[in-house]
């Protein structure tokens, strides 16, 4: 196996990186890239010695990582950030030829938003180091003893992050940057569909000057490696961004520790569009649900609209919809790019053939695209009932369905009868009816009139089936660091006084 191989003109090391050093693997697996299928390389394929080696290393480095001062932590995720900036091009491109998505979206978008979640959690660190904001003097039955509590935020250990392929290098950083701020070690896990930008991360994070040992990197198929990572006695803390099967898999597994768990999953979030609202913007917001090929957890799925303007709501969608180029996502003209393999190719075409016998009508869409890949037309589903497949269950495709509402309640009750509660969108021109249908919905994000627009400092998540815990900010720190309260009596008294 060679250790380094060549995409699109940039090299990417295959082997893990343990410890500060690039480690081999007795076997590989091959990395494919959607675009035409074609492998691109053969990939270090990590089991348990890995694991343990990549655990090992963090556990080894976090005592001195942990003791880094703030100030020195949050130089070095800014110096994390500049690398990731000089190389975005490099890291667009290897990302685009590894799971399909869009270049220029990576080029514009992503890739300088990774850089971002390294800035962003540099400073918001420096920010928390506010002694006003830690300390308050005991209340209570303790009022007057002048008694202080002093809150602290400990790091709690080597933090496994494990992540899918359809954002990987936005997602692990999503993770990568809040650990090391908080002061963890990390061991990185991507998916085995798209594990390449994070083997640059490595790069990148050693180039900055990043301690050897404080992030890792393995390599390798799900249970074959992620078992050991996450019944792993010394991993402190797992954050998953996956699916709902492998979620359950991997809180099995951390019950043998009872280590502390962030999952982000999947969902199958309403679009919901009132007769108030702006058409123009509400056709905008439908056909951007197709956006990397439908493969966004976030993705508002379903859409529901109100009976009155159903007919003009779905003319206008067609149109709009129909103008989308599908292809080649490294052409600055498509709009929706492969699915990540032929493997989810199949599940998607299974659940829409699935729902067309059921009685659904394609309104467009409704089969695969022969541009010369793992393509999917983009489909939107009418006549769908609620309790179907096609309604309850995640496509992650660009696969829509439309179903009409008569009034609010109906909307909310259609809106809320999944198992999942990721997101929700709403086009309504009416700001009291938006007030009144956000407090009805189970979600973890909601936006009205727009979508996709997420700050790094609020709580991001999911509520049912999408997830467990929030991150994000505050939400980030608390989750991947020990909170400590200590409280100190004044002096001249005893604890009992
Ligand atoms: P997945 O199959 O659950 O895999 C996610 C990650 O878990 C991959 O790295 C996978 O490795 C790994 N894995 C699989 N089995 C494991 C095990 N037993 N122990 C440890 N790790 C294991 O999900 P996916 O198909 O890659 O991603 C799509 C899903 O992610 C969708 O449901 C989507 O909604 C969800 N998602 C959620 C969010 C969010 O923020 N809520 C964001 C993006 C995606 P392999 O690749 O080797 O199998
Ligand atoms: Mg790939």
């Given at each position: 196996?060679?250790?380094?191989?060549?995409?699109?003109?940039?090299?990417?090391?295959?082997?893990?990186?343990?410890?500060?050093?690039?480690?081999?693997?007795?076997?590989?697996?091959?990395?494919t890239s959607p675009i035409d299928g074609r492998?691109?390389?053969?990939?270090?394929?990590?089991?348990?010695?890995?694991?343990?080696?990549?655990?090992?290393?963090?556990?080894?480095?976090?005592?001195?990582?942990?003791?880094?001062?703030?100030?020195?932590?949050?130089?070095?995720?800014?110096?994390?950030?500049?690398?990731?900036?000089?190389?975005?091009?490099?890291?667009?491109?290897?990302?685009t030829n590894?799971n399909g998505a869009l270049l220029r979206s990576h080029?514009?978008?992503?890739?300088?938003?990774?850089?971002?979640?390294?800035?962003?959690?540099?400073?918001?660190?420096?920010?928390?180091?506010?002694?006003?904001?830690?300390?308050?003097?005991?209340?209570?039955?303790?009022?007057?003893?002048?008694?202080?509590?002093?809150?602290?935020?400990?790091?709690?250990?080597?933090?496994?992050?494990?992540?899918?392929w359809n954002a990987?290098?936005?997602?692990?950083?999503?993770?990568?940057?809040?650990?090391?701020?908080?002061?963890?070690?990390?061991?990185?896990?991507?998916?085995?569909w798209s594990?390449?930008?994070?083997?640059?991360?490595?790069?990148?994070?050693?180039?900055?000057?990043?301690?050897?040992?404080?992030?890792?990197?393995?390599?390798?198929?799900?249970?074959?490696?992620?078992?050991?990572?996450?019944?792993?006695?010394?991993?402190?803390?797992?954050?998953?961004?996956?699916?709902?099967?492998?979620?359950?898999?991997?809180?099995?597994?951390?019950?043998?520790?009872?280590?502390?768990?962030?999952?982000?999953?999947g969902g199958k979030s309403p679009l919901?569009v009132?007769?108030?609202?702006?058409?123009?913007?509400a056709v905008d917001l439908a056909v951007e649900q197709y956006d990397n090929a439908g493969q966004v957890c976030l993705a508002a799925t379903r859409i529901l609209v109100?009976?009155?303007?159903a007919d003009?709501f779905t003319r206008r969608f067609i149109d709009k919809a129909i103008q989308l180029t599908q292809g080649d996502p490294r052409d600055e003209a498509t709009d929706l790019g492969p699915n990540i393999h032929p493997r989810q190719l199949e599940k998607i075409d299974g659940f829409v053939q699935r729902a067309l016998a059921a009685g659904a009508r394609a309104v467009i869409g409704g089969q695969r695209t022969d541009v010369g890949g793992q393509y999917y037309a983009p489909t939107l589903l009418t006549d769908v009932a609620?309790?179907s497949e096609i309604v309850q269950e995640e496509v992650f495709g660009p696969v829509l369905t439309l179903q009409?509402?008569?009034?609010?309640?109906?909307?909310?009750?259609?809106?809320?009868?999944?198992?999942?509660?990721?997101?929700?969108t709403?086009?309504?021109?009416?700001?009291?009816?938006?007030?009144?249908?956000?407090?009805?919905?189970?979600?973890?994000?909601?936006?009205?009139?727009?979508f996709f627009?997420?700050?790094?400092?609020?709580?991001?998540?999911?509520?049912?089936?999408?997830?467990?815990?929030?991150?994000?900010?505050?939400?980030?720190?608390?989750?991947?660091?020990?909170?400590?309260?200590?409280?100190?009596?004044?002096?001249?008294?005893?604890?009992?006084?």
């Amino acid at each position: 196996m060679s250790d380094r191989i060549v995409v699109a003109g940039v090299g990417v090391d295959t082997r893990h990186w343990i410890g500060g050093e690039r480690v081999a693997s007795v076997t590989t697996f091959t990395d494919t890239s959607p675009i035409d299928g074609r492998a691109l390389g053969e990939i270090a394929r990590g089991g348990p010695a890995e694991a343990s080696a990549a655990v090992a290393a963090a556990k080894a480095a976090f005592p001195a990582w942990a003791a880094t001062s703030r100030t020195e932590r949050a130089r070095l995720l800014h110096a994390i950030a500049d690398g990731v900036e000089k190389r975005i091009e490099e890291l667009a491109v290897v990302e685009t030829n590894d799971n399909g998505a869009l270049l220029r979206s990576h080029r514009r978008g992503v890739m300088p938003r990774v850089a971002h979640n390294f800035r962003f959690f540099a400073d918001w660190l420096l920010k928390l180091d506010h002694e006003d904001f830690d300390t308050f003097p005991s209340g209570g039955s303790a009022a007057g003893r002048g008694h202080t509590n002093h809150v602290s935020w400990d790091p709690a250990g080597p933090s496994v992050l494990i992540t899918p392929w359809n954002a990987p290098l936005m997602l692990a950083t999503w993770k990568v940057a809040p650990a090391l701020a908080a002061g963890n070690t990390v061991v990185l896990k991507p998916a085995e569909w798209s594990p390449l930008t994070a083997s640059l991360l490595a790069d990148i994070a050693a180039e900055a000057g990043l301690p050897a040992g404080v992030l890792n990197v393995v390599q390798g198929y799900g249970s074959e490696i992620g078992d050991a990572l996450t019944s792993h006695p010394d991993v402190r803390r797992i954050s998953f961004t996956g699916s709902v099967p492998t979620a359950r898999h991997i809180a099995a597994s951390a019950a043998a520790n009872l280590t502390p768990l962030s999952l982000e999953l999947g969902g199958k979030s309403p679009l919901l569009v009132f007769a108030d609202a702006d058409l123009d913007l509400a056709v905008d917001l439908a056909v951007e649900q197709y956006d990397n090929a439908g493969q966004v957890c976030l993705a508002a799925t379903r859409i529901l609209v109100e009976e009155s303007i159903a007919d003009e709501f779905t003319r206008r969608f067609i149109d709009k919809a129909i103008q989308l180029t599908q292809g080649d996502p490294r052409d600055e003209a498509t709009d929706l790019g492969p699915n990540i393999h032929p493997r989810q190719l199949e599940k998607i075409d299974g659940f829409v053939q699935r729902a067309l016998a059921a009685g659904a009508r394609a309104v467009i869409g409704g089969q695969r695209t022969d541009v010369g890949g793992q393509y999917y037309a983009p489909t939107l589903l009418t006549d769908v009932a609620q309790d179907s497949e096609i309604v309850q269950e995640e496509v992650f495709g660009p696969v829509l369905t439309l179903q009409t509402f008569a009034d609010e309640d109906e909307a909310v009750r259609l809106a809320n009868d999944t198992r999942f509660g990721l997101a929700a969108t709403l086009a309504t021109g009416d700001p009291e009816r938006a007030e009144r249908v956000t407090a009805r919905l189970v979600a973890g994000t909601i936006w009205v009139n727009c979508f996709f627009v997420r700050d790094l400092q609020a709580p991001f998540g999911g509520s049912r089936l999408s997830g467990v815990g929030r991150e994000g900010g505050t939400w980030s720190f608390d989750f991947y660091c020990d909170v400590k309260n200590t409280v100190t009596a004044p002096n001249g008294w005893n604890n009992h006084g």
